[in-house]
């Protein structure tokens, strides 16, 4: 025989039982697309030539890989809004350099259009960064 206590307990339990499933339903639907997304690029090893990879693919890795190394080397001033404008900088100019590779080698229209927007879109943003970091050359911390 269930009494009143017992019924409470078990709604109780019921009722947290119901908002965890919620709980864990809202965060699969949040990590989901992310998962996805990650195992996409888990596919896409930048690190490695592509199978049928022409040159104008490795030529791409190396320019990465270049990229990466001046990052890696940069030196740092301590002060976090100057080295994030640096970091952008090479940054961008990474992009520049994959997009100006798909120009060059690329067949088709709408990425070598694509690839023209962002060469013009990162230029902009590189003029900015440096015209902030000019302003600023001594700054440290």
């Known amino acids: ?53 022409g040159k104008t693919s490795t030529d791409m890795h190396a320019s990465m890989d270049e990229m990466h190394k001046k990052m890696k080397g940069m030196p740092m001033t301590g002060n976090q809004d100057m080295d994030f404008a640096m970091m952008m900088v090479g940054h961008h100019q990474g992009a520049i350099d994959m997009a100006q590779a798909q120009i060059d080698h690329g067949k088709d229209k709408q990425m070598i259009s694509a690839a023209k927007k962002i060469i013009t879109a990162q230029k902009k943003e590189i003029a900015m960064f440096e015209a902030w970091m000019k302003k600023r050359p001594h700054s440290t911390k």
């Open 1 to 53: 025989m269930i009494t009143t206590i017992s019924r409470r307990i078990l709604a109780t339990t019921a009722v947290k039982l119901a908002l965890s499933a919620a709980v864990a339903a809202g965060a699969l639907a949040v990590a989901a697309p992310a998962l996805a997304q990650s195992e996409g690029h888990a596919q896409h090893d930048m690190s490695k030539p592509a199978h049928a990879a």
